[in-house]
């Protein structure tokens, strides 16, 4: 089965610097790339996602890219706030009806002013 | 997004007891609905995939006798904790969507 492995486990920065977290898969056939932010006691919320069909997204200070032929994916902060403190989880899934996200074991970010 | 919403909360119950979760799509029909169970400080575990009218699909290790899923409306999937124990105690979370998959607000269960 898939196999999706990420870090760092914990990851600490100063307000305003950038903050970057690697995920890496097992199946080739997965093709769907979300990540999560999840606050304390609350459900994970979608923040951005990329298709295998592109190498790089970005809304505001989030950025994710994805190198498919390395299976390797990476979620960017830039300019990171103390509100961006939280546990951030990547998932993969082969993108069809019915199918499950698996997600690696969480990076908690902390961001201090 | 699409809204996914998770009740209740927060249930404290007595060991053998049972708890019953539910999960709804309020904008969107669900014909596949996920439930994960979260331990503290780890990550979303997979338990059972939920399909609209058949049988939930369960991940290996997941007894189905014990936790219960039904999914009798494209809006609705309830999980019951059938003789609920300590061990059985964490954070349960529903997740859904038309395309992406949204996450209700998740469950805290504490058993006595």
């Known amino acids: 089965g898939e196999n999706v492995e990420q870090h760092p486990s914990t990851l600490s920065v100063q307000e305003g610097d950038s903050a970057v977290i690697k995920c890496t898969y097992s199946?080739?056939?997965?093709?769907?790339f979300p990540w999560y932010k999840q606050e304390l006691g609350k459900g994970p919320q979608l923040i951005i996602d990329?298709?295998?069909?592109?190498g790089e997204k970005k809304d505001q200070r989030i950025a994710v890219t994805l190198n498919k032929t390395a299976k390797h994916f990476s979620l960017h902060i830039t300019e990171t706030q103390p509100e961006d403190s939280a546990v951030y989880f990547c998932?993969?899934?082969?993108?069809?009806?019915?199918?499950?996200?698996?997600f690696g074991k969480g990076t908690t970010l902390s961001v201090s002013s | 997004g699409a809204v996914v919403s998770q009740h209740p909360s927060r249930v404290i119950c007595k060991s053998g007891t049972s708890v019953k979760i539910e999960c709804r799509s309020l904008d969107f029909q669900a014909t596949t609905m996920f439930w994960y169970r979260q331990f503290p400080k780890q990550s979303l575990m997979l338990m059972a995939t939920s399909n609209e009218g058949s049988k939930a699909t369960y991940e290996q290790g997941v007894e189905k006798d014990k936790f219960l899923i039904n999914h009798a409306s494209l809006t609705l999937s309830t999980l019951t904790v059938t003789s609920a124990h300590p061990e059985d105690s964490s954070f349960y979370i529903c997740?859904?969507?038309?395309?992406?998959?949204?996450f209700g607000s998740g469950t805290q269960l504490s058993v006595l």
């Open positions: 997740s859904a969507g038309p395309e992406k998959l949204f």
């Open positions: 998932a993969v899934r082969v993108d069809q009806a019915g199918t499950a996200l698996i």
């Open positions: 199946d080739s056939a997965s093709n769907y």
């Open positions: 990329i298709r295998s069909n592109v």
